[in-house]
């Protein structure tokens, strides 16, 4: 039974590190609008024609 | 279109075809594009301009939906007031503008706009294409439920005003999106409140871990070391659940303590500090129960139902956003040279002088110098007649020019004026509203007196078998006692309601709605829009026909709003477009060889003038004619006497046509008023509700309404009201009455009204600004969403009550348990669940289906929604006084 002075430590230390992967999803804003994802998810397939850099304008 | 055609290189065939000479171009009926020559076929079959539009329209038909057309071509007429392409938006460009809502990134600039007409996945496609559409911008990425845009773009390769261009190009007229103050707060709390609930979630997972174990332990015993190992971690992690996202309510029953009101957290709060206490008591004996995993799963519960209520619920910030959005933000300033320039509304000072075209909102409250138009105030006042615009006379910021370009001097802008201080008037209603105890809360103040008595019964009880029995037993009440399902009840229940009553189009924005319509109290309705359609309609005519024909012709002429709805409404019967508007052309088709000639068209304020077919007609106001006529001073026949005087009782605009010197017909005009307003005003007092009517039209319109529907003497019927007016109608109801006071409404003029009511309903078709300060938004047209919404709020009360009860009745088990000193943890680990359990199911029972399951309810009820057309913006208007008199 021994085996609980490591077992208990790892499933808080798993719990621990979900939930700080949750925290930080939250803060980074990833739950902030749930309605326009999964309209966006419709058509993202044919946005990848024009990736983001190629669009990017030259500095200056 | 055929592959061929592209592959040989040649331009497509659609390409060519608009320069060739045709007399009369066919339109793809799909697309509505020209359809090349090629394409074309000789039956009168519809024609397409390729391929894929037959092939798409012949789905449309086969799967019976011809309705998609009518659909996508009734929206945009409704919507498109302003002609979007004819804004220049060169106020974005100017530095105060940018300086607002704008920052800087990097090389980049990012901007929010606020856009409208944003619906469905298509659109968030379309807009999210901006970057093709306009080359500079870089992300444009939209927040669909908001209709909000974040805009990021280079300055250097295009200006904000070409991005809006843009947006309106598309159809999605821009403004800036104000209010991101609110907004950032507003996200910032919801991200609070998820991020306590996985904290809580967490926890309340991993003290089952060694809650589990020590349950085991029970039965089979256990090593001394590593149950004060799995005590310890129960400790840590409970402390942690209770101390963070355990806080909220602890300052919930803080609050209410110091303001001596009821509420639930208090006995939540009571409960978790004994247990959180006893259970740090006991693990530093390391004798004595613990309650840790209980209190977990309890803090977790109860955060995960408010967070379910909450998402449901709108911030409140949102009605002073959509009535900025009234006003326009921008205005046409005239420069000394005469040459006009946009300005932002900041901009503007008192004494400048801004023209303002026909379509466009007013900008600043000012007065005419020059131009006559008509004005539609209905956004202030409520009247649903245009008012004439002369030179000289007041305007105010917010309402329409409707049919010609004026000169307006600017006397007072922004919070000054009309619209502005509407404005501060609902902010300051909205705050003064108090907010109501909710049932639950009521019921905590006696929950918690009941348990501190039956815990020190239980003290004094066992005193005397053992004083440290004595105190177990009451810790174990005081923890058992506290109420979880209680708590979970009202907020799961309410999240269930308002999820059923928005699948009917019953927006409600927060749950104490559902708990103050559950009595039936007094119920304000404006007429404008609510009991009516809110435009204007040829509702009596009396006259021949071909005066009707050539009354129809010669007001296709007319821009006056009076005009149109009799040009509307008399050209219904001929075919309207081609034989109203000699102007097309020769006459094409057989229907149109009697198309009257119209010439010398004469507009004035009150009427209109000109030679149709050869006779000179007259059409307007009796003082019109009266002042054309009074050399040969026709009399009016008889029976068009009467009609005029049967007008005059309705309170309909009437309106003489003249020809040659007599007058031979009367039109009267009005407001209609909708098929299900009787129905539904007898529905609602067969159920208890007290009426009344709002009105800010004419007394004798609001009388004449009134009584067409069906209001009795003793309901107050008020017209010429004011904002201000209903305001303080709705205040003194609330001191005078008690039951709540329900104001429904549509109009921006109904907005302070709506926020200061017990429950403001705004209904469809009404404006945002309304919409954003109402409680409730019906987003089906006509009254038969009130009566739901009033039987909804019965059942959920009814649901509520029968989930206080059970939740009770568990509680009372566990205490008698508890008092009797049987009470374990492990016990009390089940029960928990168990009574949340029945509360879950016990919750999502509330149900709203209109007809079926009323009857089983109240036989009253069972009738109401029976009577009505299910959908009332569809079914025919059969009210015969609305028909055109032949």
Known sequence: ?60 | MPASTLTAGSPPPRASTPSAPHSAAIHCAHCGLTVPPGQRTADDQPQFCCAGCRAIHHVIHDCGLEAYYHLRDAQPGEAARIDPHDRSYAEFDNPAFSQRYCRAEGPLLRCELALSGVHCAACVWLIERLPRVVPGVIEARLEWARGIVSLSWDPQRVPLSRIARGLASLGYEPRPARGGADREAHRDMERRQLVRIAVAGACAGNAMLPAVAMYGGLFSGMDPVHESLLRWASMAIGVVALAWPGATFFRGAWAALRTRTGHLDVPIALALLIGGTAGVVNTLRGIGEIYFDSLTVLVFLLLVGRFLQTRRQRSASETLEALFALTPHSARRLRADGATEDVPLDGLLPGDLVEVRAGETIPADGRIVSGESAIDASILTGESRPVPAIAGQGVHAGTLNLHAAVRIEVLCTGEETRVGRLTQLVARAAQRRAPIVLLADRIAGWFVAAVIVLAAATLLGWWSVSPVRAADHAVALLIIACPCALGLATPLTVAVAIGRAARRGILIKGGDVLERLSRPGRMLLDKTGTLTHGRFELLHWTGPDDSRRRAAALEAHSAHPVGRALAEALAENDDPLECANPGAGPPQSRTCAAAPDVTCVEQHADGIRGRVDGREVLIGAPRFIRRWLSESEAPLPDALHRSAAACAERALTTVWIAEDGCVVAVAGLGDRIRADAAPAVRALRDRGWRLGLLSGDHPSVATATAAQIGFRADEPVIGSASPEDKLHEIERLMAAERGPIVMVGDGVNDAAALAAAHVGVAVRGGAEASLAAADVYLNRAGLEPILEMSELSVRTMRSIRRCLVASLAYNLFGVSLAAAGWLNPLIAAIMMPISSLTVLALASRVNLHPVADSSAVSPQASEAPAMLPVHAGRAPEPSPEALPCP
């Open chain 1, 1 to 60: 039974m021994s085996v609980i002075f490591i077992a208990l430590p790892v499933a808080i230390g798993l719990a621990l590190s979900a939930l700080l992967v949750f925290i930080w999803a939250t803060r980074a804003g990833q739950f902030d609008d749930l309605d326009t994802p999964p309209l966006r998810m419709l058509h993202d397939a044919t946005a990848r024609d024009a990736a983001p850099h190629d669009r990017t304008p030259p500095a200056g």
